[in-house]
């Protein structure tokens, strides 16, 4: 049993930068990939980042890559997301992942979910 919880939303202005940080317990987090994944108002959850169980693998969506860090540090079985120059287009919840038995970006290759993280951004 996989527990995840974001923090790290909020309310910021176009152009500023934000971590999101997603902590995990109760499973053997070291062998999992995680990902992030963002969903709008209205829209489909998405596809943002995902790393992979040992961090050496990472790969992000084409509307974020240049932007968006995903990191992990295994010690403390904790994933980021560090955004930079946050868009409007940005707004979203944000949502932490883990897939145990597959890295991959569809919705359907993760097995846990955290319960979301806010972030708005203005212009």
């Known amino acids: 049993q996989v527990q995840l919880v974001e923090s790290g939303g909020g309310l910021v202005q176009a152009g500023d930068s934000l971590r999101l940080s997603c902590a995990a317990s109760?499973?053997?987090?070291?062998?999992?990939?995680m990902g992030w994944f963002r969903q709008a108002p209205g829209k489909e959850r998405e596809f943002v980042a995902r790393?992979?169980?040992?961090?050496?693998?990472?790969d992000y969506a084409s509307s974020v890559k240049g932007r968006f860090t995903i990191s992990r540090d295994n010690a403390k079985k904790t994933v980021y997301l560090q955004m930079n120059n946050l868009k409007p287009e940005d707004t979203a919840d944000y949502y932490c992942?883990?897939?145990?038995?597959?890295?991959?970006?569809?919705?359907?290759?993760?097995?846990?979910w955290g319960q979301g993280t806010q972030v708005t951004v203005s212009s």
């Open positions: 992942a883990a897939a145990l038995r597959i890295w991959g970006t569809s919705r359907g290759d993760y097995d846990h």
């Open positions: 790393i992979s169980g040992s961090g050496r693998n990472t």
């Open positions: 109760g499973g053997t987090f070291s062998t999992a990939a």
